[in-house]
């Protein structure tokens, strides 16, 4: 088995328009899957537990007689967790530790506390920061089935102050990953029900008489969970739906190639779609990944799913400098941008757009991952031009604050009522108006 | 003229029921107007300028040679400032000055600079926080062009630092609405183009010839700019699809009737969809108000659109006490929540859901539509349960930093191998493990 990867030159007058034709990916809006999923959500709304029973029934060959025996206690969260090896179980404890940690101080540095500020005519102005009362987190069965998203998305809304994060996860066949309920048992989800799918997302977007209905629902999906997440927003908070997952690595030529050849596998094992490039200044180097990525590949289980993503969807970039490696990276605006080069911070300084970077040789992707501390849930398909990790900040939100004094009134009561009158507003004017009159009251 | 508003009582078995009844608000999904938008964005990306041109001839009955013909010069926007009365721009002056001195604190106060913290070993981790590059700002021509919405839009995006902001304004029959063009001036947007509708969202979307792409797109529009904002969301970001505009007042009795009438008409006046809502533990209070509403009502210029809203979707709602009232305030999550009564802190410190509070008599809600700092771009439709209002963050986006140590990456890999392990991740695995040999290196 060989792989091809792609080779680009910056130099070459194509170049742009071969790098836009690579990276393309039209997130694939199938009408009939929406359609599908938009009927589910209509029945969840209508015939609440009983229909989600049904779908469970039809599409994870689970049947139970309540929704209430879909739910798993407390005792068996952490029966999963107490039946871990011991090392298994030391690992999962260090991550949802640091992962804690980096939030932690992610909420200290966002104004979590809110703001406000006084003029000198005694009005008040400002903001409170209040997290969701609710949340829902989806995590997919089967084979995209991580312990890690459980800590990624569970930690921050746990952390921003949410009460209540209540986690769906279907089993198909009745079939439980112990690995993840012991992640919900750490991450401190509060309740469990296994059921998934678009009727998963409609009992938490609409409640039923036995899952209660949630702010926001967050957590990575199958197409069915995408279509109806998309349905349900408005009636709820959700996060971005995801892409195919990407690593970006700018090399400076100086990391061994076998380090950066199994960075690129690293994320090419993930899908068929996920996408690898590596840019660097030095053909050489370039040449000795591309042998390290043949020599390596045998050795790796997932080497069918590696060789497809790398096939159509890697390349390898030969740039004239650093500077325009980071150039870019900014175009590219990555998931994973890792920055392996010596000096690492003088190129980071010049990236605008990347969802997390990771800098210098010895701060692989898998690192972050699972265990590092930072977010795993990124902006994938060039959103991080526009979107941020999931944070803290999205299990919160903010409030405005105006407390307007009588002498505050009077000043830009005269201003709103002048701008109002300019909108066409009379009740506006007239309402600021009043305030003017203090002997009214 | 006589307004019946529908009166609620918290003590009736149905309240709940009733109250729901009224709050209920489906965004109207139209099908044909979602095929409409996507037929022509699918246009503009094809055709880009040419197809931006039909379409404005179409919908706007405006021909233009080239979209170039189309954009408005710093120099007209400047004229079109200049030719305000003195009033007016002194008006509109101390409105952009405090909507900028407001967004500038909170750039302040949300951690705009990022953080970064080294361990102990030497691993910095942390966040870096960047503008967007590119902003694409819509204003609505015709009867819901507000150029309060100029300011409180493109002031928060110059606050985070956007380089560029591009306006896109309809005209439709070729007439230009001065006072919004006066504050684009104001508020430093850098090209206003004037086209709307779904092929304005287009070309900001996917860029044209003239017309260059943009990070994210916000502001108001019809059904037919929120219908192609939903669907182009992904290519850039969107801000929220706001729904019909809604007051919600809680007030202990102490106010002057004639106030709170005007402030339920200055939000009934918006729209026939709009909402106003009074809450108040004292019958005899709502009473009076009811019958100011009547005797108020012929005065104003709007009392069809008043009388239709408050009709349809208005009530007065008599609590059992201040307690009750503010319970209910978090169930309905409004847009703008009015606390007119003795000591509003009190009663403020228990909301937990808002999109903006107006606390004591003297904060009229129209202060804070125009003048008073905080943004007026708020959620609507109970989604403040889990949104924001506007603000700088919306213009501003994260991304994770991620430097570790050599020293790191021996504690790190060895729990992101297991975990990798544990979750089938061989390349994971091992580009983790590569890192705890640096001899290799």
């Known amino acids: 088995m060989t792989i091809n990867i792609r080779r680009f030159d910056s130099t070459d007058p194509d ?23 938009l009927r589910i959500l209509d029945d969840v709304k209508k015939r609440g537990d009983a229909a989600v029973l049904d779908y469970t029934k039809q599409f994870d060959q689970v049947e139970a007689g309540s929704m209430a025996a879909l739910e798993i206690g407390r005792a068996d969260l952490q029966a ?28 200290n540095e966002i104004g979590s506390s809110g703001f406000t500020y006084t003029e000198a005519d005694g009005t008040v102005l400002g903001q409170k920061v209040t997290p969701l009362d609710r949340v829902g987190l989806y995590v997919p069965g089967g084979k995209a089935a991580y312990p890690s998203s459980v800590l990624m998305n569970a930690i921050p809304a746990k952390v921003a102050g949410v009460p209540e ?56 999906g199958n197409a069915y969970v995408a279509a109806a997440k998309r349905r349900v927003f408005g009636t ?14 700018v090399c400076d030529g100086t990391t061994d190639p076998d380090w950066i050849a199994m960075d690129l596998f690293s994320q090419a094992e993930h899908d068929e779609l996920a996408q690898s490039i590596l840019v660097c200044p030095d053909a050489a180097y370039l040449d000795k990944v591309a042998e390290s990525v043949n020599r390596q590949l045998e050795s790796m289980p997932r080497k069918d799913t590696i060789t497809t993503s790398l096939t159509n969807r890697g390349a390898l970039v030969k740039v004239r400098d650093m ?78 604050i105006l407390m307007v004094s009588e002498g505050g009134a009077q000043t830009l009561g005269k201003v709103a009522a002048e701008l109002a009158y300019g909108e066409g507003l009379q009740a506006h004017a007239r309402s600021a108006e009043y305030r003017l009159k203090p002997g009214l009251q």
């Open 165 to 220: 994060v209540i986690m769906v996860v279907p089993t198909p066949g009745g079939v439980k990953n112990e690995l993840v309920l012991a992640a919900a048992a750490m991450s401190g989800v509060d309740r469990v029900f296994t059921i998934g799918g678009a009727q998963a997302v409609g009992a938490l977007a609409y409640g039923t008489a036995t899952i209660p209905q949630v702010d926001k629902i967050v957590g990575p």
């Open 323 to 400: 500077d325009e490696a980071c150039e870019i990276a900014n175009l590219i605006a990555a998931e994973h941008l890792e920055i392996s080069a010596e000096n690492p911070q003088q190129w980071a300084d010049k990236i605008r757009h990347a969802g997390a970077m990771f800098l210098g040789r010895f701060s692989s992707e898998s690192l972050g991952d699972y265990c590092a501390g930072p977010n795993h849930v990124l902006p994938t398909s060039r959103t991080a031009r526009f979107s941020s990790p999931l944070g803290v900040y999205d299990f919160q939100k903010r409030s405005s």
């Open 15 to 37: 170049f742009k328009a071969q790098l836009a034709a690579v990276l393309a990916f039209e997130a694939s809006e199938d009408e009939a899957i929406d359609r599908a999923a």
């Open 236 to 249: 709820v908070g959700i996060d971005m739906i995801a892409g195919p997952s990407e690593i970006l690595v």
């Open 80 to 107: 999963a967790l107490d039946s871990l090896s011991p090392a298994r179980r030391a690992a999962l404890q260090t991550a949802a530790d640091r992962v804690r940690d980096y939030h932690e101080r992610q909420k």
